[in-house]
């Protein structure tokens, strides 16, 4: 819709970045929130402040990609091929910020005591998550989630998954 008013001259780029940045954040908003409420389980704790940073650096790391769209489409030199593989990928994008929420809410509902990467291992394995593969962190150390921008190059493609090991809060509070 976005694609075809700005294809139109109804909207000008920047609208379209400003909306489709919008559309982006919203559904990173709904992957964290997916996240959270896994590991939550009852539904009963509140991430709002980490939830509204997260959701927005997400966001904020495809307005360029967004800036190179618009232009793109405006220009016509986009394809409806290429425009559905390029939405696509955006689509992709929301699953490091379901990562980023399901682990907020493992540590929310006990201490996230190992995070384990793992890796496919084929020869689509990008090396930063080759080089990951089996490595053990905490929360602290963890350098971000699978197909995040800057921490894989395979980006919203990757298959790479976090093993969570944790306390429940239960069995600290009996310890």
Known sequence: MLASQL???KLDQSTFVDHAGQALQDSYGDA?????GD???DGTLDDTAYRATTTQAAAGKQREFLIGLAAAVAAGSVSEAALSSRLD???????PVYEAGFGSGLSSTGQVTEIVWHAEGDADTCEP???RDG???TPDTLPGYPGELGICDGGPRCRCVLEYTFTP?????AA
């Open 7 to 9: 294809r139109r001259g």
């Open 32 to 36: 964290y929130d997916a996240g959270f």
């Open 39 to 41: 590991a939550d389980g």
């Open 89 to 95: 990928m955006y689509a992709q994008s929301v699953y």
């Open 129 to 131: 998550c080759d080089g």
């Open 135 to 137: 490595q053990s962190y």
């Open 169 to 173: 809060a239960q069995e600290q509070e």
